[in-house]
């Protein structure tokens, strides 16, 4: 089982930048995909993007195309996201996620991760 712990939420200015973390322990994350995912009040989870295992390939929300970067630090068994160009409709919680399977693509089914963190809080104010 993986354990995934989020960190660098916060509030930021419309405009702004933040860049957050998320650190696996239980399992080394090298061949499997990672992924972010956010909830805004009264919504559903949303996929935000996703990194390949090998590759390195990404996938991202076209909301978010063009303003967030996704990446990963095998070697520390890290995933990042950083966030430019916020906008209000950024503000969520956001939950980094491990997929299950071995060598799976990345992925923006919520469906195709098993191990989620506790999430970190963006707010974004305008």
């Known amino acids: 089982q993986v354990q995934l712990v989020e960190s660098g939420g916060g509030l930021v200015q419309a405009g702004g930048s933040l860049r957050l973390s998320c650190a696996a322990s239980g399992r080394t994350n090298r061949n499997y995909a990672m992924a972010w995912f956010r909830q805004a009040p009264g919504k559903e989870r949303e996929f935000v993007a996703s990194?390949?295992?090998?590759?390195?390939?990404?996938v991202y929300a076209d909301s978010v195309k063009g303003r967030f970067t996704i990446s990963r630090d095998d070697g520390k068994n890290m995933v990042f996201l950083q966030m430019n160009t916020l906008i209000p409709e950024d503000t969520a919680v956001y939950y980094c996620?491990?997929?299950?399977?071995?060598?799976?693509?990345?992925?923006?089914?919520?469906?195709?991760?098993?191990?989620w963190g506790q999430g970190t809080q963006v707010t974004v104010s305008s």
């Open positions: 990194i390949g295992w090998s590759d390195r390939s990404t």
């Open positions: 996620a491990a997929a299950d399977r071995l060598y799976a693509a990345p992925s923006s089914s919520r469906f195709n991760y098993g191990s």
